[in-house]
């Protein structure tokens, strides 16, 4: 005997051959749960007949199947990028970054699918401002997202609660373990209870894993249900490292940086640790350590980032360097602290002379270097007379009083004392007697100790990185501005002017009045000397 089933849009139907008889069956078939129910219809009602239904009945449950889950009480309480909430509304303020949202925090509901579609449905009011909202599922948070879905938007109008729903469409096998919420409208607080979401799953065939490179690969299932693991081997090479670990291990996220469960061994003794072990698709982020944290390859893999590297591409640049593969049977050929190929001709280390761990055999710097505190000194002049000398800047927000106070010297010099020294460039202006100076004329004037500077509303002092102690003069790019006579003729020359104030008073050459040419006569020669030197401008 064999059966074979056939399918119309208008109505479903079974039809059945036995023993070269065709017979008709009509299926009570529900789109929502596709559980098959079949009646036989025979001449005769035989036992063949009922036997032939109830086998048929069997077969046609088996062949498809759906099961509908559903999660409530889901509410997004993790903020990320600027979004906030505060237990009611969830809020997308101005300046928040393009991307931000709110995250389901509650694992237990992973991962989801949606083989036959679902469906979102909540209560929803706003604080008075219309909010469009959406909720996306991704494969992994980040930045293991995809695949991923995106919902069509609603738009949450009025203040009093109303029901809201958001179907999904069939995603076929593919799983989710982010559940996400967006909210586009700026500024506009919007409230989501009741939030419960349903997944449909059928399935026409036995479920399991159909890859066949994975380490649990089942030849009977027809259906991959996302179950496949990997044997994935890591590999590290240490002979570059200069380390004689007792342990290595990887560790990462996966592991809570555990650095021991993802341990290593090195059994032939060649340098190269490695471990085997069972990983799930997706990817996998790590770096290596060694005894328990007693070292980490994380310096070595920023500078290489840095320097155009790829290996470690979780990475702000900075701080924090890791690496990340795509699970599947592979095998990795790491070097410690590298994205290069181990040459043992190379030897890494600090190569900065001025380095507290300055090594001389290095012909490879790995980012190690470590520097003694150093101590910045500025020592200011202040022309006049000052009761107390200040610094402002952007670190203390311009506010005159914030900033660091420098220390009276006794001759009209003023030091500040910055121990430790920035590590930063530094942007600053010098306060006297709450008083802050103004330096845009001396720019204009050709000077240069302002660059920062538009020339006409602004114009501040700059002290980079590692440049060294800095004197300066309040209010000026030069010296002091001593105003005076400056003619050393003149009865009151001041040698310490350089700004000469008209102020200059010079003896008489004679007691005779008028006598210019100085032969104690007042005569026609006298006269003569005036008229031929009348009108010149005397400097």
Known sequence: ???????????????????????????????????????????????????????????????????????????????FDGTTYDGTYYTYPTGSQPWAGFANEDVTIYPLSFTDGGSIT?????????????????????????????TTSVTVSGVDAASYSVDIPSQGFNTYSSFLLYVTTFDSPVSLTNVTLTTTNSSTGSPGCTDSTANNYDASATVDNGSCTYDVTLTVDMNCSGLTPGAVAATGPSDGWSCGTYALSDGDGDGVWE???????????????TDAWAQQETSGLVAEMQNGGTCAPVTDYASYANRLITVGAITTTDTWGSCSVCDPSVITGCTDPAADNYNADATSDDGSCTYPPTVLTITTTVCTSASTVQMTGPWWG????????????????WTFTLDPAPTTDMEYL??????????????????????????????????VLNSGDVANVYG???GCVVPGCMYTNADNYNPLANDDDGSCIFPPTSTCIGDL????????????????NFGVVCP
């Open 430 to 463: 010098l306060v006297v007697d709450g008083v802050q100076e103004s330096l845009i004329q001396s720019m204009i004037d050709g000077g240069s100790c302002a660059p920062i500077t538009d020339y006409a509303n602004y114009a501040n002092r700059l002290w």
């Open 476 to 478: 000026s790019c030069g």
């Open 122 to 150: 909540f209560t929803g009011a706003t604080a008075g401002t219309d909010a469009d909202v959406y909720f996306r599922f991704e494969y992994n948070p980040y930045p293991d997202t995809e695949p991923s879905y995106n």
């Open 1 to 79: 005997m064999f059966y074979t089933l056939t399918k119309s849009r208008q109505n479903t139907a079974c039809n059945v051959a036995t023993y070269g008889k065709l017979y008709h069956i009509f299926i009570l078939y529900n789109i929502k749960s596709p559980i098959m129910t079949c009646s036989l219809i025979m001449p005769n009602n035989t036992l063949l007949s009922r036997a032939l239904a109830l086998l048929f009945f069997i077969s046609a449950s088996l062949f498809s199947y759906a099961q509908e889950t559903t999660y409530s009480g889901i509410e997004f309480t993790g903020t």
């Open 517 to 532: 040419d100085g032969d104690n006569v007042s005569g026609t020669s006298d006269l003569l000397a005036l008229l031929a």
């Open 398 to 413: 311009w506010d005159p009083n914030a900033g660091p106070a420098a220390v009276d010297n006794g001759d009209d010099t």
């Open 275 to 289: 471990g085997t072990f069972s990983l799930a698709a997706g990817s996998f982020e790590y770096i290596y350590c």
